[in-house]
C-alpha cells in the first residue's frame, strides 16, 4: 500500500514537474535557428521540445533494437533460466510444505521436480536437501543415503548430511558409524549446541561414557545446558558406566564408577545402592564407606534398595538391633513415604504392631500404594483381625498401583533405574514414583506372591526386615514377569512423587 501511494505521488511530481518546465521554456525560450544547408529555419519552442522528445525516444528504441539483435539468444536464455529457477524455488517450497503435512508422495515429486528444474545450477544443494528430507520420509533409505552423502560435497550442507548420514546409522544400529559421524560433526562445530547435543545421544546410545562426559561439559560450557543439569547428567553418567561394569563383572570399575557419581550427586540413590553392594563384602572401613553413602542418598531420595543394602551390611544383627541401626535412616527424612514403610516394617518384624500402625496412619489415603496396603494387611494379622479384613486389605494391595521407576517424558516404568529410556529415548528421565494404577498382569500370581503374608507373618521376625519389603511387604513385587519389565502406563504422576534422586 505505500509503493502504491509513493508510485502515485511520483506521478504526480513528474507530470507537475513536466508542466512547470514546458511553461518555463514557453516564457523564457523564444524558439532556435537550425541552419539546414543555406537555409536558416526559426523552430518555434513547444515544436523544439516536441523534436527533442521524440529523438529520445528513437535514441531508445534503437538501443534495445540493437541490444536484441546482438545479445538476443543468451538473454533470452537467462530469462528461461529464470523462469525455472523460479519454478524450481516454488517446488522446493511445495515440497517442504508437504513434509509438514506428512505427505510422502507429494514430497517426493515435489523434490524430484525441484531437481530437475534447478539441475543446471551451480550449486545443487538446495534440490539435494529436498530430496534427502523426501525420501528419508518415504522411507527410501538408500535413495536418502545418497543426497546426504552428496550433501557433505558443499560447506553449507556439511552438517546437515552428516546428521541425516548419523540418523540413519544410527537406525539401523550402526554405532560404529554413527559415532564417526558424530566425531566428525562435532569437528566441525565444536561448540554448536545442537551438534553437542545430538553428539551426546550417539554417544550415550553407543555407551561411549566418556565421549559423552566430554559433550556435556562442552554443552554446559556452551551454556545450552545448564551447570546444575549438567552435574546430574554427569553423575547419571558414571552410575550408567558403573551399572554396564558391574553387568560385565568388573567389580572394580563399578565401584570407582559409583564412587564418582556419589561424588557428585550424592542423593543418587541407585549409585548409593550399588557402591553398598559391591562395598559390603569387604571389611570395616569398606562398611562404614557403604553406610555413609547409603545415609547420605537416604537423606535426599530413600529407596528400598537402600534399606535393603544397609540392613545386609550386619546380616545376622537380631531384628530389634537392626531396627535400632536402620533408625538412623528414618529419621534423616521422617516424613517421606519410604521412611514410614520401613518404619512399619521394622516395627511388625519386631512385634510391634501398634508402633507400625502408627508409622502407616493416614497412608492408605495419602500413599495409596500396594505396600501400603499389604502392610496394613499384616497389621491387621499381627492385631488379631478377622480374615476378612486381612482378605480386603490384600485386595485393596492387589489393584493399589506400585511405587516404580518411572520415565518423566513418557509414563514409561522399569523395575530397576536405567540411564536411557528404552521407549522414547530420554536420558536419566526415570525418578521413583508412585505411577497410576499400572494393568495387574496376573491378579493370581499377585495372590500367590502375597501368600507368605497369610501364613508366614508370625515368623517375620526371624526375616531381615529389608528382606522383607522385597518378599513380603511388597504386595505387588516390583519385577514384573519376564518378558513385560517395561510396562507402559500413561505419564500421570499420581499419589505424590517422591522425591527425585538428586
Ligand atoms: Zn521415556
Not at 35 to 41: H, Y
Not at 183 to 193: G, I, M, W
Not at 267 to 277: D, H, I, Q, V
Amino acid at each position: 500500500m505505500p509503493r502504491l501511494i509513493f508510485r502515485i505521488l511520483l506521478i504526480f511530481a513528474l507530470a507537475g514537474a513536466a508542466g512547470w518546465g514546458y511553461l518555463w521554456v514557453r516564457q523564457n525560450v523564444s524558439g532556435a535557428s537550425l541552419t539546414v544547408g543555406d537555409r536558416i529555419l526559426d523552430v518555434q519552442a513547444p515544436l523544439l521540445i516536441l523534436g527533442l522528445l521524440l529523438g529520445g525516444i528513437g535514441f531508445y528504441v534503437l538501443v534495445r533494437l540493437l541490444r536484441l539483435v546482438f545479445f538476443g539468444p543468451s538473454l533470452a536464455a537467462q530469462a528461461l533460466e529464470r523462469q525455472r529457477e523460479a519454478k524450481g524455488v516454488e517446488a522446493v517450497t511445495r515440497g517442504l510444505a508437504a513434509m509438514e503435512i506428512g505427505d510422502a508422495k507429494s514430497a517426493l515429486q515435489e523434490a524430484r521436480k525441484a531437481e530437475k528444474l534447478l539441475h543446471h545450477r551451480k550449486d545443487r544443494s538446495l534440490a539435494r536437501l529436498v530430496q534427502a528430507r523426501a525420501q528419508t520420509l518415504a522411507g527410501n533409505a538408500d535413495e536418502a543415503r545418497q543426497y546426504y552423502e552428496a550433501m557433505l560435497e558443499s560447506p553449507g550442507t556439511e552438517l546437515a548430511g552428516l546428521r541425516g548420514l548419523t540418523a540413519q546409522a544410527a537406525a539401523s544400529g550402526d554405532t560404529a558409524k554413527a559415532l564417526q559421524l558424530t566425531r566428525r560433526a562435532v569437528e566441525l562445530r565444536p561448540r554448536d549446541p545442537a551438534v553437542l547435543s545430538a553428539a551426546f545421544d550417539t554417544q550415550v546410545a553407543a555407551h561411549e561414557w566418556s565421549e559423552a562426559r566430554q559433550s556435556l561439559a562442552a554443552s554446559v560450557l556452551a551454556g545450552a545446558v545448564p551447570k546444575a543439569v549438567g552435574k546430574r547428567r554427569e553423575a547419571a553418567l558414571h552410575l550408567a558406566e558403573g551399572v554396564e561394569a558391574d553387568l560385565a563383572g568388573d567389580k572394580t570399575r563399578a565401584l570407582s564408577e559409583s564412587r564418582a557419581a556419589l561424588k557428585i550427586a550424592p542423593g543418587l540413590s541407585p549409585a548409593a545402592a550399588l557402591a553398598a553392594r559391591l562395598l559390603a563384602d569387604g571389611g570395616e572401613k569398606e562398611k562404614t564407606e557403604a553406610a555413609r553413602h547409603i545415609e547420605a542418598a537416604w537423606a535426599q531420595s530413600p529407596h528400598p534398595d537402600l534399606a535393603e543394602a544397609y540392613a545386609a551390611l550386619a546380616p545376622d544383627d537380631p531384628p530389634d538391633t537392626r531396627r535400632k541401626r536402620l533408625q538412623r535412616l528414618i529419621k534423616s527424612y521422617a516424613e517421606h513415604p519410604e521412611s514410614r514403610l520401613l518404619s512399619a516394617e521394622l516395627a511388625l518384624a519386631a512385634g510391634d504392631a501398634p508402633a507400625a500402625r502408627k508409622a502407616l496412619a493416614g497412608m492408605e489415603v495419602n500413599h495409596p500404594g500396594a505396600r501400603v496396603f499389604a502392610l496394613m494387611g499384616a497389621v491387621a494379622r499381627a492385631e488379631g483381625a478377622p480374615e476378612s479384613d486381612l482378605r480386603q486389605w490384600l485386595a485393596r494391595a492387589v489393584q493399589a498401583p506400585r511405587a516404580a521407576w518411572t520415565c518423566e517424558s513418557c509414563g514409561l516404568t522399569a523395575p530397576r533405574w536405567v540411564c536411557c529410556c528404552p521407549q522414547c529415548g530420554s536420558f536419566d528421565s526415570f525418578h521413583w514414583t508412585w505411577p497410576p494404577a499400572a494393568p495387574v498382569a496376573d491378579a493370581h500370581a499377585l495372590e500367590a506372591a502375597m501368600a507368605p503374608l497369610l501364613e508366614e507373618g508370625g515368623r517375620r521376625g526371624a526375616a531381615p526386615p529389608a528382606q522383607g519389603s522385597a518378599t513380603v511387604v511388597d504386595a505387588a513385587p516390583q519385577r514384573p514377569a519376564p518378558g513385560s519389565e517395561l510396562v507402559p502406563v500413561p505419564p500421570k504422576p499420581e499419589g505424590g512423587p517422591e522425591a527425585k534422586p538428586a
